[in-house]
Nanobody
Framework: QVQLVESGGGLVQAGGSLRLSCAAS????????MGWFRQAPGKEREIVAS????????FYADSVKGRSTISRDNAKNTVYLQMNKLKPEDTAVYYC????????????????WGQGTQVTVSS
């Protein structure tokens, strides 16, 4: 059974930084692409960033490109999202996701999901 547990969310002022973590269990972590999505009130869930199963390929949404870094530590079964220069529009619930298919370079909404962690950026 796949379990994804996010942490690291919170309240931060605009311009600040946060590092989100997602601890995974239930499968061989290093075989699966990982990603971060977010959902703001009244909006659809959108992808923020993803990292391929071997870490060799990353993707960033235009809205966070240059301000965020996704990384993975296979020894700790954990994926991270470092977010800098946060803006009020980054306020959302952030969800960790793991691809269902192994050895994938990308992640889609057809994934396993964590419960989410709230990020609130005050102006």
């Amino acid at each position: 059974q796949v379990q994804l547990v996010e942490s690291g969310g919170g309240l931060v002022q605009a311009g600040g930084s946060l590092r989100l973590s997602c601890a995974a269990s239930g499968r061989t972590f290093s075989n699966y692409a990982m990603g971060w999505f977010r959902q703001a009130p009244g909006k659809e869930r959108e992808i923020v960033a993803s990292i391929s199963w071997n870490g060799g390929r990353t993707f960033y949404a235009d809205s966070v490109k240059g301000r965020s870094t996704i990384s993975r530590d296979n020894a700790k079964n954990t994926v991270y999202l470092q977010m800098n220069k946060l803006k009020p529009e980054d306020t959302a619930v952030y969800y960790c996701a793991q691809s269902r298919a192994g050895y994938s370079d990308i992640i889609t909404v057809n994934a396993y999901w964590g419960q989410g962690t709230q990020v609130t950026v005050s102006s």
